[in-house]
């Protein structure tokens, strides 16, 4: 998140000065007074114009289908559709070493917006159309192929063929369920991002790597607290986090 000047859409998402500029904070208070999820997310267009062509097909979808995991759908693609476009601006080591990072995160996306899609009965055609550029370990076709499946654990079966899956698996990061599959994506990020720091010290790489570990810590740690708040086992709450 801090690539200065390169992977604009990061920086935005983190930077406190955007939301002063933008009314971030009147925005939300907005949104929070809101009590019908449709306004409340049409609200949200306003924090950057571009946005609102993602709202208004999520919008449209949703009145179709009234499924309000469209929502979450739409607006990850925003933020993905803009990583994975800067990405691209990035030249040389910068932009390999860049990749090697996010351009996982981009696989994530829709790698789980596919599956988790296919589980919910969506539309194939809707899951495809939410599917972003950029693939860096799987590819569309596969990408599509997954989209098609009858069932979810279908979809795992055809992820399982891909690169990407064969590193998970190569790695002894193993996932039976679905929902196991981004826990595990995210450890190989950490593998990775921990090998970034030690390899390429004078890299931007070393800047993404230090954000994503970060990041996986905070996530752990919240997690932690919110489980044991719910009493969940400590089994379950050691299955799902990235630092083991």
């Known amino acids: ?9 990061i920086k935005r998402l983190y930077d406190p000065r955007m939301y ?9 208070a907005a949104v929070l007074e809101v009590e019908d999820v449709v306004r409340a997310i049409s609200a949200i267009s306003e924090i950057e114009p571009k946005l609102s062509k993602y709202v208004s097909h999520a ?3 949703y009145e179709e289908l009234r499924d309000s995991i469209i929502f979450s759908m739409f607006l990850d693609k925003y933020v993905y559709d803009n990583l994975s476009a800067n990405l691209v601006k990035l030249k040389g080591d ?4 860049c990749s090697r990072l996010l351009g996982v995160l981009v696989d ?12 919910r009965g ?4 809707l899951l495809i159309k939410s599917i972003v550029s950029g693939y860096y370990m799987i590819s569309r076709e596969l990408l599509e192929s997954m989209a098609r499946s009858r069932a979810a654990l279908e979809a795992v ?9 064969l590193e998970l698996n190569r790695l002894g990061l193993r996932y039976v369920r679905p929902q196991d599959i981004p826990t595990q994506i995210m450890r190989f990020l950490r593998i990775r991002s ?4 030690t390899s390429l010290p004078f890299s931007v790489g070393l800047a993404v790597a230090v954000s994503l570990l970060k990041e996986f810590e905070v996530r752990d740690i919240a997690l932690i607290a919110s489980a044991i708040e719910a009493r969940v086992r400590r089994k379950v709450i050691v299955e799902n986090l990235i630092y083991l």
């Open 20 to 28: 002063a500029k933008t009314g971030w904070s009147t925005l939300i």
């Open 108 to 119: 994530m996306y829709n790698v789980m917006t596919v599956i988790g899609g296919v589980y």
């Open 157 to 165: 079966e055809l992820f399982s063929g891909s690169r990407l899956g």
């Open 122 to 125: 969506l539309p194939q055609e």
């Open 59 to 61: 919008l449209r979808t």
């Open 94 to 97: 910068d932009r390999r070493h």
């Open 194 to 197: 921990e090998a970034t720091i």
């Open 1 to 9: 998140a801090i690539i200065d000047g390169t992977i604009g859409v």
